[in-house]
Every structure is written in C-alpha cells, then in structure tokens.
C-alpha cells in the first residue's frame, strides 16, 4: 500500500475543487459584464431616441410659434378682400319619361306699367313711335297704362333618336300678346332640331335680337326687330367661329297674296372672344292682284364686349318692299294703277350697356330710321299722314336684381316721327315721350 499516494489524495481533490470555483467565478464574470454592456447599449438607444422625440417635439412648437405669429400679422394688417365667388347655377328640375325623354319647365311672371307724358293713341304699355299722333290731332298725354301680358311660360324638351347619342331637341314658349289688344295667348316659339336642321317657329333668321342694344319695352325701339317666323333652317359650321344659317321663312306679310316663302341667309362669325358680327340677306316675292315684286334686304350686327362689364351692339338694316320683318316700317309695297311700288329704308340702333355689379346694369340707347321718298309710293298711299319719313328715338335704362329670380327695370324714352304730309293745323311731328317700368320674377 502505498501511503503517499494515499496522503496526496485529498490534496488533489482540493485543487480540483478550486479550480472548478475559479473556472465557474470566470465565467460568472464574464456572463455579468456580457449582460452589463448589453444593458448599457440597449439604454443609450433609450436615450437616442428620446432625445430625437424631443428634437422633433421642439421643431413642432417652433412651427406652431411662427404660424401663430404669421395669423396676428395677417389679423393686424388690413388686405384687399378676395373677389366673391360666383354661386353656382342650380341645376334646373327636369323630368324624365320612360321612353327617355327630358322636358324643363320654365317662365316668368312680368308686370309692365308706363306712364304716357306725350303721345301714344293705343292703350297699351309699349312702343309705337311710328303712329303716334301728330301734334295737337289727339295726343294721349299723362296717362298710366300697365299690363302682364308679357308674362310667358316654356318647356325644353330633349329626346334620344335613333342610335348613339343622337337626340332630338326642341321649344314650346308661349306669352299674352296675341290680338289686336295684347291680351291673348300666342306662340312664341315653337320648334324641333336635329343635327344641322330646326323646323318650326323662332327668331327670324334675318331679323333677330341679338345685337339690339337692351329695353324695357318688350316690342323694342325703331330700328329694332323682335320677329318670329315659321321656318325651315340648316346649319353649316366651318370653324368654331364661322357658321352659315339658310332658312325659309313665313314673314306672315298680310299685305300680300303669299304663294311663296322669303329666303335668309346669315354668316356669323366670332373676330375674337369678345368680337362677334352677323352678315344676313333677305329676298321674298311680293304679289297683290297678279302683280309681282322682289322684295330684299341686307343686315349687319355687331357686338363688341370693350371690357368686362362694357358692351357696344349696333344693327344695322337696309330694305326695300318689305315692313315684315324690321319693326316699325312704312308698308313695304302698296298697289296703284295696276301697279306695284316699293317702300325702301335704312335703320340702325347701337346702344353701351354697362354691368355695375353682379345687380345692377344699365344701357343707353339710340334708334334711326329714315324711308326714301319715292314719289309714286306717296301717291298710292290713301293717307300720308301715316307714312313717315323719319323715326328716331333714345332711351336709357337701368335694371335691379336684387336675387336671382328678381330683376326690376326702369327705363326713360324720348322719340319722334315725322310724317310725309302734314295734318290739318300743319304739323307733321309726332312724340313719344315716356317712363317705363318692369317687375319680373323668373322661375
């Protein structure tokens, strides 16, 4: 038996033991700072990214600061205000039917009144610069004369045809000026178009509104023309700002024995966005007991927009052996002897309208015709104290809308007639002197 080995044992067991403790305290070590450093890491991330939250928390009161700041500059410094923005148009009530037809109901209710300072023989509200009363042979002065016989209704309608989208559209408008007293219902406008073509009856293709300068009076001043005409017309556009619009009408010319219908043509173009003119031409045959003339006729319009708000119309017409179509005229042919003889003039009307404000507008106005004085017409003619050798007037005007719906007219007109022979106390001048007034209420 060995003793020493016995005795060295033990020892061996003890250096084995503390080495293990070492061994295990290292490792213990090594795991705590593995654990510390990660800890420290994970904490500098904490603090990086609660400082970039306050970095960006500051940009944002700084922000706020200088917009707080820009808001009491802009409260304490005065500025232009901005233009209004135009309302919106509502959309008007359309009814619709199964077979896809559209119609839209409209009108107006209009009450006219004018007070007569000098002049007209006919009870009613409206223009008759060419047969007012000469001086002193029964002038119909200081009379109040009022009426709602313009107030009109209408109906667009609109209608799918065929395949596409091709539709048919078309008008029926209808107001109480009809009869010999203005009191009855008439048609104003009643028509159909497709495509290229209308067929029915509106403005006259040779003598329409457009380029009138504005009235109060509904029947327009001398020089002026407010007709309507059964017709057939077509279209032809070359350009967006050139179209040519031919027509056959019925001038419904009582004076004659109509076989066949006048012939218009009318080139309108558009010089620039605030030029547009108007060429018309007119030929009709005239026939009273077999006997037979060429009635003709030339137009020429104009509008020109001088400025936002500022608008010059003139229209100008010359025409011989016709009073169908331009307002006012002397008879365009009388019969004699077996004979025709034509009447002939030259018109004009150029009017500045002015839009104030989105309320109120204004025109000022002026109207000539002067009539050729071809010696045998005088003589056929039964009483020349009805046939004129001038007419003129001038008529200035305001309109007032207070809304939409609203619009209320005021207007002064001054005119005068001179006729071809004189009455029985020597006066050939008659007047027209007169305030007119409007209330419409559109719907």
């Known amino acids: 038996m060995n003793t020493a080995a016995l005795f060295n044992q033990p020892t061996i067991t003890l250096k084995r033991t503390v080495l293990m403790s070492m061994i295990a305290v290292s490792l213990g070590g090594i795991s705590l700072s593995t654990q510390a450093q990660t800890t420290a890491q994970a904490n500098q991330q904490e603090i990086e990214q609660l400082r970039q939250e306050v970095q960006a928390l500051r940009s944002m009161i700084e922000q706020q600061k200088a917009q707080t700041q820009q808001i009491a500059t802009a409260v304490q410094t005065p500025v232009a205000p901005l233009p209004p923005v135009p309302a919106k148009a509502a959309t008007s009530p359309v009814m619709r039917i199964a077979s896809g037809a559209e119609f839209n109901l409209y009108g107006n209710i209009r009450a006219d009144a004018s007070y007569q300072v000098e002049g007209g023989a006919k009870d009613m509200p409206y223009n008759q610069i060419n047969a007012v009363p000469l001086e002193g042979n029964g002038e119909n002065s200081d009379r109040l004369r009022s009426t709602l016989a313009a107030t009109r209704l209408g109906m667009d309608f609109k209608a799918p045809v065929g395949a596409g989208d091709n539709a048919l559209s078309g008008k029926l408008e209808v107001d109480f000026l009809g009869g010999a007293n203005l009191d009855n219902l008439r048609i104003r406008h009643a028509y159909i178009s497709y495509a290229n073509w209308l067929i029915g009856q ?209 207007e002064y007109v001054y005119g005068e007639r001179e006729a071809v022979a004189s009455a029985s106390n020597g006066s050939t001048k008659g007047e027209d002197n007169r305030i007119n007034a409007v209330a419409v209420y559109n719907f």
């Open 202 to 410: 509106t403005w006259s293709n040779f003598a329409l509104p457009d380029y009138m300068p504005e009235t109060v009076d509904a029947l327009a001043y001398a020089g002026g023309a407010v007709k309507r005409t059964p017709q057939v017309r077509h279209t032809t556009t070359f350009s967006p700002a050139t179209n040519l619009v031919v027509a056959v009408e019925d001038p419904k010319d009582s004076s004659i024995q109509q076989r066949l219908p006048a012939l218009t043509a009318r080139l309108n173009h558009k010089l620039a966005d605030n030029f547009a003119v108007s060429a018309r031409a007119m030929g009709h045959e005239k026939r009273i007991n077999e006997q037979e003339e060429t009635a003709w006729g030339v137009g020429l319009g104009a509008k020109y927009d001088v400025m936002p708000g500022t608008t010059v119309k003139a229209d100008y017409y010359h025409v011989k052996g016709d009073s169908s179509f331009v307002s006012y005229a002397n008879p365009g042919v009388v019969a004699a002897g077996g004979n025709l003889y034509q009447s002939e003039f030259d018109s004009i009307t150029v009017g500045l309208t002015q839009q104030f404000n989105d309320k109120l507008r204004g025109t000022l106005g002026y109207g000539y015709m002067t009539f050729d004085q071809d010696a045998n017409y005088v003589q056929s003619v039964t009483d020349k104290t009805k046939i004129n050798k001038d007419l003129w007037q001038a008529w200035a005007n305001v309109f007032y809308s207070p809304t939409k719906p609203l619009s209320f007219g005021l």
